[in-house]
């Protein structure tokens, strides 16, 4: 009987380290597999002007992701090679007239950019001291200097949340804010995940 067992244990044991090694890797396959096709779908044009010999719409995988990246490459070539400072100056004030468009344009824009862009904004991990009891939350230093809003000792500081792509955006104290050692993609990580990545 205590064979049975033992055998039973060690099934078990390899079952949970093959659960660990797989789910994740499974899992991300597939958040990216669903992403990717549901892009595809959305954006795929084949089926509106090719059809099959019986009449059907024709789908072709992969020609909607193809051709938002050619779009995207030649919108950048375009306004890198092209597109003027002055045009661009008109492009920023033509946006700004037009109000809920403005507000949804620039969020999405600085909220990009703070990612991809020349500027990248979370890149300072910062760990913020919350009340008195000593507790304490991981976020990213976003604006340093309030002067313009009269908050010449504060600063911003984003919290992502876990298991999440929202955040929350507080203004804290600058003296409650101290630098972490570590680097900006293993801080989101560890805050993304719960606390349980990012320390490798």
């Not at 909607?64 to 008109?90: H, K, Q, S, Y």
């Not at 993609?185 to 990012?198: E, F, N, W």
């Amino acid at each position: 009987m205590s064979m049975i067992k033992k055998v039973s244990q060690t099934l078990l044991y390899y079952l949970i380290k093959g659960a660990l090694v797989v789910v994740p890797v499974a899992g991300a396959v597939f958040l990216i597999i669903w992403a990717v096709a549901s892009l595809d779908n959305a954006l795929n044009l084949t089926s509106h002007f090719l059809q099959d010999e019986h009449g059907h719409p024709l789908y072709i995988p992969g020609i909607g992701i193809l051709t938002v990246l050619c779009a995207l490459i030649l919108v950048g070539l375009i306004f890198t090679n092209l597109v003027t400072a002055p045009i661009r100056a008109w492009l920023k004030r033509s946006i700004n007239k037009i109000p809920l468009f403005n507000t949804l344009y620039s969020s999405i824009k600085d909220f990009t950019e703070a990612f991809v862009g020349d500027a990248k904004k979370f890149n300072e991990p910062v760990l913020v001291l919350v009340n008195e009891t000593g507790l304490k939350k991981i976020g990213f230093l976003t604006q340093r200097d309030l002067d313009t809003i009269g908050l010449p000792d504060e600063v911003v500081v984003y919290f992502p949340y876990s298991y999440s792509v929202a955040g929350q955006v507080v203004v804290v104290k600058s003296s409650h804010v101290q630098k972490l050692n570590m680097s900006a993609t293993d801080a989101m990580k560890l805050v993304v995940s719960g606390g349980v990545s990012g320390l490798e």
